[in-house]
């Protein structure tokens, strides 16, 4: 069975204090009764953070599996997807102090693609035999780049992973 859906994320950074919404779609695949594989793209399309934005759009691609068995029209299901997220350089000039390490905001001012793992749980739920509701709930591990003084202002000498927590909703057909 395959599916697509349209998805909206919710992305809640604890290394800047800040959520950030997004956009994408998923399209998914069950080879068998409790295993799917799924890829997922989405775009973060606002200035993050807010205040002192240091990037501009931010895409995120992740690439996995979830595991669950369905009961009647409910499939509660973990998932594990490793991928990627890419900050968008800086949507205006990004004033930055010259110290060794720099802050992570600066050291992505510029660009740069992270590697992210996203691990979470959720449930799905059947509407009809082709259409479905589902939502999410996960842990999306961040790694940023080292040396840097990080959103709590520790010096970090080597790359690091950060949490965020990551909810998102989604809605779908399959086929």
Do not use: K, N
Not at 25 to 43: C, I, K, N, S, T
Not at 110 to 117: H, K, N, P, V
């Amino acid at each position: 069975m395959t599916e697509l859906a349209l998805v909206v994320a919710i992305a809640l950074s604890g290394q800047f204090d800040a959520a950030d919404a997004g956009i994408g779609g998923r399209v998914g695949w069950h080879p068998g009764r409790f295993v799917g594989l799924e890829a997922e793209l989405g775009v973060y399309p606002r200035d993050f953070p807010r205040r002192q934005p240091f990037s501009g759009a931010r895409v995120e691609g992740l690439f996995g599996m979830t595991v669950g068995v369905r009961s009647g029209r409910l499939r509660p299901f973990a998932r594990l997807r490793p991928g990627f997220v890419r900050v968008g350089e800086s949507p205006r000039p990004f004033a930055c102090i010259r110290i060794f390490p720099p802050p992570l905001a600066c050291e992505l001012a510029s660009g740069r693609t992270l590697l992210a793992l996203d691990a979470g749980a959720g449930v799905e739920i059947g509407l009809t035999p082709g259409t479905f509701l589902r939502f999410d709930v996960g842990d999306r591990a961040v790694r940023y780049p080292g040396p840097v003084f990080d959103g709590e202002r520790v010096i970090r000498q080597h790359p690091f992973f950060s949490h965020e927590l990551r909810l998102a909703g989604s809605g779908g057909v399959r086929f």
